[in-house]
């Protein structure tokens, strides 16, 4: 009896195996987050405050593309028009939010990922070592269109910088993010959107600190054969050195903000977020 058990699980698992090798896909999802914006100063009132956090969800909401075989797969944002802000253009308030599209290619045979991104619009290879997330499984379950998802989480230490009006300086906060995901193993393969990855099945949905991500459509096998493509444009640098680089853009930005400020521009604001 024993040995039968240890035979039926050897051959669930070469299913297995054998299922993932023939899944390729297109995975869309759409980003939202969540923005809570306080300013102080003369000229800022409740209603200019409402409308500039309309405007950054606005920007926040955002379609990306998960194209995926066995062991690769590759993160897009897909391109759409860019329509003319009110507020940006009535010489009130400029909002801009830094960073470009990003292009992340993830290769889980080679162990590794190549990030084709950029800063104040230079353009960065950044190549790294894939780290897996120490994932806790946990038993719960939802539906997330026709899948089965079961819930993952894990958790870590993140240091984030924030402007302090009150000091006029920049400061460093170290907090405890948590993050959630849902995977389906009716996708037994270990992609998911953006650095998201490593637990059974594909990852449909995440909810990492402020941000949210969900699978709205998948396509599975199509007819037209899926090939990826690695990402090759910019300067090649590793994960390291590409967040000294943007550490450093980040405290320059930061800075100018400190001295417009201090100027006293009327009622013009500038808010920069991201490299």
Known sequence: ???????????????????????????TYKTNRKVDLKMDGDGVTEAMQEQIQAQLRKQFQKE???????????????EGLNTPDPLASSGGMQITISGGNENFYRNIK?????DETEIMSKPFLV?????????ELTKES???????????????????????????????IKKQRVTNAWYTLDIPLQHGPGRHWGLPGLILEVTDGD??????????????????EEPSKGKE??????????????????ERFQSDSRRGDGNSFKIRIGG
Not at 146 to 170: G, H, L, P, Q, W
């Open 110 to 114: 080679e162990n590794r990922y190549v």
């Open 1 to 27: 009896m024993k040995t039968l058990s240890i035979v039926l699980l050897a051959f669930s698992l070469s299913l297995g195996n054998l299922i993932a090798q023939e899944i390729s896909g297109i995975a």
């Open 237 to 254: 640098v590793t994960q390291e050195a590409f967040n000294e680089i943007q550490e450093k853009k980040s405290q320059e930005m930061m």
């Open 211 to 228: 941000m949210t991500i969900l699978c709205s459509k998948i396509v599975l096998n199509p007819e037209k054969e899926i090939v990826i």
């Open 64 to 78: 990306y593309t998960l194209t995926f075989t066995k062991d690769e797969s590759i993160y897009k944002e897909v």
């Open 127 to 135: 190549k790294d070592t894939l780290e897996k997330p120490e994932w």
């Open 142 to 172: 939802k539906n997330i269109g026709n899948y089965t998802c079961f819930k993952a989480t894990y958790s870590r230490e993140v240091e984030e910088e924030t402007f302090d009006s009150a000091t006029d300086s920049i400061v460093k």
